[in-house]
């Protein structure tokens, strides 16, 4: 059982009795009669084959108050995108999987390419942001929840909770982040948001002074977490980037177009566990390596939007600021997790504080040398108004693949 602390800043929701998931799945019923609601799932096809999805479809089988699921499906052929479809069946609800590599919707990527308005990474920002066009061209929810396709720990405790706010009629919420301690097998993991997140935006507040934006960040609990929900009106103005940046990105969109007492966050979930990427120090496109950069990057942009101005000095600054306040941060984590009986491993956790502060460096350099260079996908309001008829395009082409590839559908020989 948690504290019932507040920040001042966003509302916390906590989770202060352990309410049975019947009784919140009761009243997520009797709101879901003026606010359906959607679930958006961002799924790579390699998640199909992996440890955590089947549990997830399976808590998610007995939902009872959502009314669609949206799947977007990344790096899937014509014949898993068929396995997809098969594998996603079991649901009660109105599913639709989006084969994102598929040639309808590489079709709509066209059109949006030839106006400049479409992606340009691959990844889970793009996905989202398709999920998201197509739950608008729908037009059947009022409130969508997202989270990830690989979470180990799910029960469906986890999306009642996150819906939550933003469905309940008589809150004024439009976003709600999920929040949780990331603990399991006797580990503290959530490496990037201990040991890059708050040790950054702590130093930040140090070198570049008060700053509203920065006190707002730090005020959430699990700033990168994977789960949130909210409003679907919100998805209209929402500029998204393509990369990791995505969490930070969210969040700073949420904090430019709404009050803060209109955003929230809620505890979601006792135990989270999910897939591990790897550190990856000698590889600086992937694993937490190239997440610690792009979001050291999505930050130092978004301070700059606020008229912060930065310069190499400047960055040097932050690294050892940073780096000073990681450290000290490392001898907090150990002592939580010793009174807890958890295990830290101090040698690793200074090994990813080293990595983070070289690539806060590298993140600046880019910075300076590339300042107009920014990955953010154009907002869905936007992209209607330079082509009006790309919601229904969108729709079709959805439509049709889910028709043509439904279970059952004999192939054409
Ligand atoms: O949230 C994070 O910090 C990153 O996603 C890394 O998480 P992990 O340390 O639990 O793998």
Not at 271 to 282: A, T
Not at 316 to 326: D, E, H, M, N, P
């Amino acid at each position: 059982m948690g504290d019932f602390y507040q920040n001042g800043i966003v509302t916390t929701l906590h989770n202060l009795c352990r309410r049975p998931v019947e009784e919140l799945e009761a009243e997520l019923m009797t709101f879901s009669q003026s606010r359906p609601m959607a679930l958006v799932l961002p799924c790579l096809y390699s998640e199909l084959e992996g440890p955590a999805l089947k549990h997830i479809v399976t808590e998610l089988a007995k939902v009872p108050f959502l009314d669609q699921i949206v799947i977007g499906l990344d790096r899937a052929n014509e014949e898993q995108y068929r396995h997809a479809m098969a594998y996603f069946s079991e649901l009660p609800q109105h599913v639709r999987v989006l084969w994102n590599d598929g040639p309808r919707l590489r079709q709509v990527d066209l059109l949006l390419r030839e106006q400049g308005l479409a992606p340009t990474e691959m990844g889970k920002g793009r996905n989202v942001w398709y999920c998201f066009g197509y739950v608008l061209a729908c037009n059947r929810a009022r409130s969508v929840a997202l989270h990830d396709c690989d979470i180990l720990t799910y029960s469906r405790d986890l999306v009642a909770r996150l819906i939550y706010p933003v469905a309940n009629p008589n809150f004024n919420y439009m976003f709600c982040k999920g929040y949780y301690a990331r603990v399991a097998d006797g580990k503290m993991n959530g490496r990037v948001s201990r040991l890059l997140v708050t040790p950054l935006i702590r130093a930040l507040k140090k070198v570049c002074g008060p700053s509203d934006f920065l006190d707002y960040l730090d005020s959430y609990r699990y700033p990168l977490a994977g789960e949130f929900s909210l409003r679907t009106d919100v998805i209209n103005d929402l500029r998204i980037p393509s990369d990791w940046g995505l969490e930070v990105g969210v969040l700073s969109e949420m904090k430019r177009n709404y009050s803060t007492n209109r955003l929230c966050q809620v505890d979601i979930a006792d135990v989270y566990d999910h897939k591990h990427q790897e550190l990856s120090e000698h590889d600086s496109s992937r694993g937490l390596s190239k997440m610690s950069t792009d979001i050291s990057k999505a930050v130092f942009r978004k301070l700059a939007t606020n008229g912060e101005i930065f310069s190499q000095e400047k960055f040097r600054t932050i690294k050892a600021t940073y780096y000073r306040i990681a450290l000290d941060f490392i001898e907090t984590y150990q002592n939580d997790a010793v009174i807890n009986g958890l295990s830290l491993d101090r040698h690793k956790e200074e090994k990813a504080v080293e990595l983070f502060a070289r690539n806060i460096m590298k993140a600046g350099a880019y910075f300076l040398e590339n300042p107009m260079d920014t990955p953010f996908i154009p907002s869905w309001s936007r992209v209607k108004s330079a082509l009006p008829d790309i919601m229904e395009a969108l729709h079709d082409a959805v439509e049709v693949d889910n028709r043509e590839y439904r279970p059952g559908i004999v192939e054409p020989s």
